[in-house]
T-cell receptor, first 111, second 116 residues
Framework: GQQLNQSPQSMFIQEGEDVSMNCTSS?????WLWYKQDPGEGPVLLIA?????ELTSNGRLTAQFGITRKDSFLNISASIPSDVGIYFC???????????FGAGTTVTVRA | GAVVSQHPSWVICKSGTSVKIECRSL??????MFWYRQFPKQSLMLMAT?????????EQGVEKDKFLINHASLTLSTLTVTSAHPEDSSFYIC????????????FGDGTRLSIL
């Protein structure tokens, strides 16, 4: 699959701050996914989005599926130290059901 | 639910050795599993799609004779890196899809392969 445009590449934030990252694509996706990967481990699914315009929350995480179906964002509110990690967006193509990943956003939280 | 187990978690072996990595879906059946490779500070790169009971589909540039995939049951896919060399050292991750095709993939914890 193609690589999605994910930004920012990295961010250093203070504990308690909100975090925002986004992903754009030149192609339409039917499903947008957000994963978090800790060092030496596999990605863990955070949020799955299935409909254009859908806004979904999972605790302090909120993600939206863009109306154009070519973008998505993830917000983390009131960050805590365990939010440290790499966040990946992924789009699922309806053509071949393969995942296309963003390059990842590395989040570092200062206590 | 949707737990994917990968084994072993790390392997160190000599050049020329073949290494087998297992991927199991523990609490669901997966007709399709995927194998990825990840280099440090990079995203996941799809290597192949593993289909239960049929041949795997490899991505462009991935040698099928080098990376043998077997998906003999609905809960197990294996990746064998044959005659591994130092350039094959990487983090290999599998995933499995739950249910219908537009559902998320769930990932194993990865296997760190180091070839000396």
């Amino acid at each position: 699959g193609q690589q999605l445009n994910q930004s920012p590449q990295s961010m250093f934030i203070q504990e308690g701050e909100d975090v925002s990252m986004n992903c754009t694509s030149s192609s339409i996706f039917n499903t947008w996914l957000w994963y978090k990967q800790d060092p030496g481990e596999g990605p863990v699914l955070l949020i799955a989005l299935y409909k254009a315009g859908e806004l979904t929350s999972n605790g302090r995480l909120t993600a939206q599926f863009g109306i154009t179906r070519k973008d998505s964002f993830l917000n983390i509110s009131a960050s805590i130290p365990s939010d440290v990690g790499i966040y990946f967006c992924a789009g699922l193509s309806s053509n071949d059901y393969k995942l296309s990943f963003g390059a990842g956003t590395t989040v570092t939280v200062r206590a | 639910g949707a737990v994917v187990s990968q084994h072993p978690s790390w392997v160190i072996c000599k050049s020329g050795t073949s290494v087998k990595i297992e991927c199991r879906s523990l609490d669901f059946q997966a007709t399709t599993m995927f194998w990825y490779r990840q280099f440090p500070k990079q995203s996941l790169m799809l290597m192949a799609t593993s289909n239960e009971g049929s041949k795997a589909t490899y991505e462009q540039g991935v040698e099928k004779d080098k990376f043998l995939i077997n998906h003999a049951s609905l809960t197990l896919s294996t990746l064998t890196v044959t005659s591994a060399h130092p350039e094959d050292s990487s983090f290999y991750i599998c995933s499995a899809q739950v249910g219908v095709a537009n559902q998320p993939q769930h990932f194993g914890d990865g296997t760190r392969l180091s070839i000396l």
